[in-house]
């Protein structure tokens, strides 16, 4: 019996990130949570310019946004309750003015475009092969913002669906990015809404998609797998939050540790130990933050913040 009662998830090496790499995520709220971790270790990150998305298709809306360097405008801003809002972005993405929603919404895209440029790693984070679609238009949306259901029209994507969108957008970006790496994981948090039995079913598409896909771009596409971490390896209610739905921090903080052997070098993991080593120090808050042992500790971290920034110049200390 393995004497960590608990099965291990084994993870080949894959071709490493670099830490001077620039990183893009796009998906739902757990990509959130491995951008923070990239974030703190220094890398450049760009994290869900439209807010948490959920279904493949309103991802790879934002991915076409972007590659077409297709800012928005005033008419694709929907009201409702005084507020503004954008059926491409998240809930979070509203405002009672329509000038500063538009210019925040602009501005992400035009950070994004920056980074596109620059040939990012872009790690997606599918979530639900459920979409809704305004019945009037056909739109996909990425978020109801509490909007009737009877406006809407729900469905399960095919996996043919699924494949075909994102084999349109790979063949666009191929041409102009031959180096194209997209790593792809599929959220392990169970929309307990939709229902548990129909969670699975669309969990099922996202990951028979994926293997198409991989199969198709095995130079392009590949997949890490948090969902079978989270599932599989921790596999107890013990690892998630309150709500029994969502990974606690030991959880995502074990992912975290995959994901690093998995893409790092070992020189650049240890880089990573440093890294943590001095926001673990820049974290302390002395009992006293008027004394001498204070102003002392403030010294200690900003020389460590001076010496580490010369010595990796390509990440954000």
């Known amino acids: 019996m393995d004497p960590l009662f608990r099965t291990i998830i084994r993870i080949p090496p894959s071709r490493p990130i670099s830490l001077a790499s620039k ?12 951008s923070e971790k990239l974030i703190q270790s220094g890398l450049s990150v760009i994290n869900n310019p439209a807010g948490i998305l959920f279904n493949p298709l ?36 509203k405002h009672q ?4 929603l538009l210019n925040k919404i602009n501005s992400l895209v035009q950070q994004s475009i920056h980074y596109n440029v620059e040939h990012p790693v872009r790690i997606i984070t599918w979530g639900s092969a459920i979409i809704y679609r305004i019945k009037e238009t056909g739109q996909v949306v990425a978020n109801c913002h509490k909007q009737p259901s009877s406006i809407f029209h729900r469905k399960m994507l095919t996996v043919d669906e699924l494949v075909n969108q994102y084999v349109i957008f790979i063949e666009k970006m191929l041409p102009i ?31 028979v998609a994926l293997n198409k896909l991989i199969e198709l771009y095995p130079e392009n596409i590949e997949y890490f797998p948090a969902y079978e971490i989270i599932m599989d390896e921790l596999r107890d209610y013990r690892f998630y939050k309150s709500d ?17 052997k998995t893409y790092f070098t070992a020189t650049d993991q240890k880089v990573l130990k440093e890294i943590e080593a001095f926001n673990s120090l820049s974290a302390h808050r002395p009992l006293f933050p008027d004394s001498e042992e204070s102003a002392q500790l403030q010294n200690t971290i900003e020389t460590k913040r001076s010496e580490l920034s010369l010595k990796y110049p390509y990440l954000n200390i």
């Open 177 to 207: 990015e031959p180096g194209f790496r997209v790593i792809i994981t599929v959220s392990p948090v169970r929309y307990a809404k939709d229902g548990f039995v129909e969670n699975q079913l669309s969990k099922s598409i996202l990951f």
């Open 97 to 100: 003015d329509r000038e500063i």
């Open 58 to 93: 309103s991802i790879l809306n934002i991915l076409e946004r972007i590659r077409k360097e297709q800012l928005y405008i005033q008419s694709e801003l929907q009201i409702h309750n005084n507020q503004f809002f954008s059926w491409e972005h998240h809930g979070s993405f």
């Open 23 to 34: 990183c893009m995520m796009i998906g739902s709220c757990f990509s959130e949570e491995i």
């Open 244 to 260: 029994m739905i969502h990974p606690s921090q030991v959880a995502v903080d074990l992912v975290w540790q995959y994901f690093q």
